[in-house]
């Protein structure tokens, strides 16, 4: 997977739990984040791409939009996707370390 690509995720990631949106807007950002997730599983860089691309759109931070009192920070289980993602895509040469035993980690 490229290292380039792994960072990028990586430093978006890490900026999701700052985020502030209307609680009905937070579907499409965590469907985002699952997507990045299972395109991470598959070691399908076109399909990581894309889900970095569109998560990258879905930022409020990319969009200098005015804040409503009404928006809400990520919802406890979309935040505790984040973190892991962050943890597994962050480790030095990738998630290697259920492969030693045949278990899968990146979940």
């Known amino acids: 997977m490229d290292a380039a690509?792994?960072?990028?995720?990586?430093?978006l990631l890490d900026d999701?739990?700052?985020?502030?949106?209307?609680p009905a807007a937070w579907s499409r950002p965590a469907a985002a984040v699952e997507a990045l997730a299972?395109?991470?599983?598959?070691g399908d860089g076109g399909a990581l791409e894309a889900a970095v691309a569109r998560l990258e759109v879905l930022s409020p931070n990319r969009v200098g939009?005015?804040?409503?009192?009404?928006?809400v920070?990520?919802?406890?289980?979309?935040?505790?996707?984040v973190t892991a993602l962050v943890h597994?895509?962050?480790?030095?040469g990738g998630d290697t370390?259920?492969?030693a035993d045949g278990q899968d980690d990146r979940r």
């Open 73 to 81: 920070p990520p919802p406890e289980p979309l935040r505790e996707r």
């Open 88 to 92: 597994i895509l962050d480790e030095p």
């Open 5 to 11: 690509l792994l960072a990028r995720a990586v430093e």
């Open 97 to 99: 370390a259920g492969e």
């Open 38 to 42: 299972a395109a991470y599983d598959a």
């Open 65 to 71: 939009r005015i804040t409503d009192p009404a928006d």
């Open 16 to 22: 999701v739990p700052a985020w502030r949106l209307p």
